[in-house]
Structures are given as C-alpha cells and as structure tokens.
C-alpha cells in the first residue's frame, strides 16, 4: 500500500507542476494563439455541409441503385 501512496503521490505532485507551467505561461503570453469562435463556427458549418452533402449522395445513390446498376 506504501507503494501505492507514493506513486500516487509524485503522480499528484506532477500534475500539480503542470498545471503550475501552465499557468505562469499563460499570465507571460496572454495571447497564445486561441482559436477564435468565428474559426468555430466557419469549421462547424463546413463540416455540417459535407455531411448533408454526403448524406444526399448516398439517399440519391440507395433510390436508383437498382435503376443505375445496369451501367
């Protein structure tokens, strides 16, 4: 068990360190290079676009696969 505790330990005090890095390089450069909301919005409505895309194709595709498949 004493095992346990200690690796459970150092496991605590690194994530603990991280979050400490992390943390003070923030507060040095405020401006890390987030991506904004527009960025968001632009790739969601992009990525929603190509799946109705998709999903048309695939509709049009099952309604006359029987019809098309003679080519």
Not at 15 to 42: M, N, W, Y
Request: charged share 20%; hydrophobic share 50%; glycine share 8%.
């Amino acid at each position: 068990m004493t095992h346990l505790a200690a690796r459970s330990r150092r496991a605590v005090l690194q994530l603990t360190a991280r979050v400490r890095e992390r943390l003070q390089e923030a507060a040095r450069r405020p401006d890390r290079g987030d991506i904004s909301i527009t960025t968001v919005i632009i790739w969601v409505a992009a990525v929603t676009g190509a799946v109705l895309i998709a999903g048309t194709i695939a509709v049009v595709i099952a309604k006359y696969n029987g019809k098309i498949g003679g080519l």
